[in-house]
Antibody
Framework: EVQLVESGGGLVQPGGSLRLSCAAS????????MSWVRQAPGKGLEWVAN????????NYVDSVKGRFTFSRDNAKNSLYLQMNSLRAEDTAVYYC???????????WGRGTLVTVSS | QSALTQPRSVSGSPGQSVTISCTGT?????????VSWYQQHPGKAPKLMIY???KRPSGVPDRFSGSKSGNTASLTISGLQAEHEADYYC??????????FGGGTKLTVL
């Protein structure tokens, strides 16, 4: 079955760290750009970061630059998002998604909720 | 990196057509033919409905169509059905391998 499954979300205090994972299956993972997209409660979608097929290029939205690090392990068909210096405004459901092109998202996971609160 | 502009809400009766607009700039919507649209039902992950302005992925009915003029893209849904009630988001390539979403539009089927 073609799917993406996120994990690692939870409650963390402001200033804390969290590492999200995304496991891919059913498709040739190493052929795709991959992305993280987040959605704050009751709000719209926000692109967070993407990574090239071989991990040689990474791009981030300005609000997370220097705090979040996106990586991938093609041997394990997995993505990782290391999130440091977390802020209340980082509270959101985080989705991993394939980014074809890289210009559109054609496969999405179900998301994992990150809550930053004291 | 400002979000693309969408109307907060649109509505229509069953069988009617509705159009959702998405306005950006010459650096995103107007600069590339790489606009995509996503449908999101409450509590669910987004679903790709249109890519590259007007192309439909396999399985998306032809009642969904996309277009673009200048810095504004549009999604039209014809023959509205209750199941079309959802949030819709546009997204555009914005150069340097980055993308930008719209703020989202809530479609209500009356």
């Amino acid at each position: 079955e073609v799917q993406l499954v996120e994990s690692g979300g939870g409650l963390v205090q402001p200033g804390g760290s969290l590492r999200l994972s995304c496991a891919a299956s059913g498709f040739t993972f190493s052929s795709y750009w991959m992305s993280w997209v987040r959605q704050a409660p009751g709000k719209g979608l926000e692109w967070v970061a993407n990574i090239k097929q071989d991990g040689s290029e990474k791009n981030y939205v300005d609000s997370v630059k220097g705090r979040f690090t996106f990586s991938r392990d093609n041997a394990k068909n997995s993505l990782y998002l290391q999130m440091n210096s977390l802020r209340a405004e980082d509270t959101a459901v985080y989705y991993c998604a394939t980014l074809f092109g890289p210009r559109y998202f054609d496969l999405w996971g179900r998301g994992t909720l990150v809550t930053v609160s004291s | 990196q400002s979000a693309l502009t969408q109307p907060r809400s649109v509505s229509g009766s069953p069988g009617q057509s509705v159009t959702i607009s998405c306005t950006g700039t010459s650096s995103d919507v107007g600069g590339y033919n790489y606009v995509s649209w996503y449908q999101q039902h409450p509590g669910k992950a987004p679903k790709l409905m249109i890519y590259d302005v007007s192309k439909r992925p396999s399985g998306v009915p032809d009642r969904f169509s996309g277009s673009k003029s200048g810095n504004t893209a549009s999604l039209t849904i014809s023959g509205l059905q209750a199941e079309h009630e959802a949030d819709y988001y546009c997204c555009s390539y914005a150069g340097s391998h980055t993308v930008l979403f719209g703020g989202g539009t809530k479609l209500t089927v009356l």
